[in-house]
């Protein structure tokens, strides 16, 4: 497959598209947290201890996996049904019928090591504090995996807001976290 390169003019379109996407994802995330903060401790108690903060999280990553072995089916299937993919990918490159779904499988495992790594430091500094943020960057995280494997396709401007909407949760989990270490050493 040769890649298509695109003009300078075509170029800043698709920069103003992934900036549009990136700001409309931030504003979807900072209202869904801002709902978690507001809604959930109103109908489900949050515990404070270990216990409850690692058993959350354990059934929180659950849903984070299961985008990863949705992306592993779709790999398999694919490769199930091509003539050029059935031997694998040490044998060339994947095809145009499976690339997409490569890429978003790619993408995907990449995106759940840090969430899930993130979301268990978040968790372990703030416990119950921390679980309402929790459960929304689930739900975060499926709605960008189904907005960015079906924006692929158009290019880097119709995945943006999938991929915003996956990522920037794992960024305030770092600001988060981060900021929690800080103020603890400088107590």
Known sequence: MTPYKLTEDELRQEQRMVHRCSGAAAVVC?????LAYLFLPRVLHFPD????ALTFWAGAIL???LWVMVGIGL????????AQDIRG???????????????FLQNTLEQATVTI???LAVLLLLRGEA???VGASVILFAVGRVAFLR?????????????????LPSVVAFVVAAGSVIARVLR
Do not use: C, Q
């Not at 990918?89 to 890429?103: E, L």
């Open 131 to 133: 679980m309402p943020f």
């Open 75 to 82: 790999v398999s299937r694919g490769r199930r049904l091509s």
């Open 63 to 65: 849903f984070i996996v």
């Open 49 to 52: 201890d270990l216990d409850s």
């Open 151 to 167: 924006g692929y396709p158009g290019g880097a401007g119709t995945r943006a807001f999938g991929m915003a909407l996956t990522a």
């Open 30 to 34: 900072a209202v869904m947290y801002g």
């Open 117 to 119: 790594l993130l979301l």
């Open 89 to 103: 990918s040490a044998y060339g490159p994947p095809s145009p019928r499976i690339a997409v779904y490569a890429a």
